[in-house]
């Protein structure tokens, strides 16, 4: 991709993280940054994605290749790196357009991913803020999918949840030739962990929240649907809204899952370890909860909820870290840019805007001032969020061509637009 920019006439640097960074997670693992200047008298505008969606180990690679027809195969087609080769060739449009009437555009394809503070977009901001400054920044974090119609929908994600990770302990019995003392310290683990499972909190709304509901709404015709999803946003009527819509057979599953995740607090068993010697039984188990949560929940009374319910059965708290939820303010135009941007290249499109169902990590540039959303117009996966949702963890992964480019299309139209 450097390469690439140099052969345009575009500057680009590598910025290697150093292993003696304190927060890196891969040492020496490069961020390539680009700059095009322009000529407007606006502030810069960030493009901003990620590149390394793949296992480290090269013998677990899936070699990149065309598919049958027009589909591009390979890791990571539809996490992060997409949105690089999409970014990228809208800066090189601008510059083969040959005018510098727009604003500055930079560019950040980072390490890492979305891994909160030990990433190479923190790197950047923390030691090289002067190559990645600017007034708005374009990320990934945004989702599309398909409506019932066919017509394509974007989510402009304009906030982020929140993440709290507990790491719960048991230790005592075990011990040699399998001969245990009391209860084992897996099995009161467990049966801890069965506890927590039960733990239900109620739905949370924030002005992101409103946001994606009132502007999901918009998108049926049918009253009851409608009626069902604005009620999302009403502190009084979210609890029944959200039951009605989970129950509604017709609606579709992703779309469920979208609106759930928006003011659900969301629970993840990431490790469960009670391993030991042959012929033992272990006298550690150790279990590690991640509890991703939106604006407006209390992290705190998630925290005490979990302690209160395991209660002092062998089991305690023994690490805890939070990161916060991240809001920013996107204005109104910039949503009206990205949407007159879809719907140039399909008339069909739609877009809504409110909070990310991912933690996507963005705090080291909103703490900068910098205005972020997440918007992926058009690179999705299957007729639907549901398929979108189900494939998109996966490092093998499909992306159709006719997709890439009317992405590249759509984030050229919106840096000429908000040039």
Known sequence: IRDRFECEGIAAFMFPQQSSSPVSLSPNRPNLVAILPGGGSEDPVLLVSHLDSVSCRPDEWIQPRLAEGRMLYGPGALDGIHLTVAH????????????????????????????????????????????????????????????????????????????LRMKLRSEGGGGGLGIGIGVEPAERLVKALHRIGSIKFKPVISKHSIELAESTAELFEDPVIRSRIEGLADVLSVGDSLKELMSDENLDKGLKALLKACVSVERTVIRLDASAGDGQKPRVAEAELVYCFPPGADAEEIAIGVLDTIGTDGVYLAEKSLREPSEGDIENDIAAVARAAMVEIDPRAKLVRGISPFPTGFHCLRELGMSVCGWEPFAAVGSSLADVLEIRPGASEMIEMNDLMREVQAIYSFLCRIG
């Open 88 to 163: 990228a060739m809208a800066i090189i449009l601008l510059a083969r357009r040959g005018d510098n009437a727009h604003r500055t555009v930079r560019f950040a394809a980072t390490s890492d991913g979305a891994g909160g503070k030990a990433t190479g977009l923190n790197f950047l901001a923390r030691e090289n803020l002067e190559y990645i400054s600017g007034d708005i920044a374009l990320a990934w974090g945004g989702l599309n999918w398909n409506l019932p119609d066919g017509s394509p929908c974007s989510l402009l994600t304009t906030a982020e949840k929140g993440v």
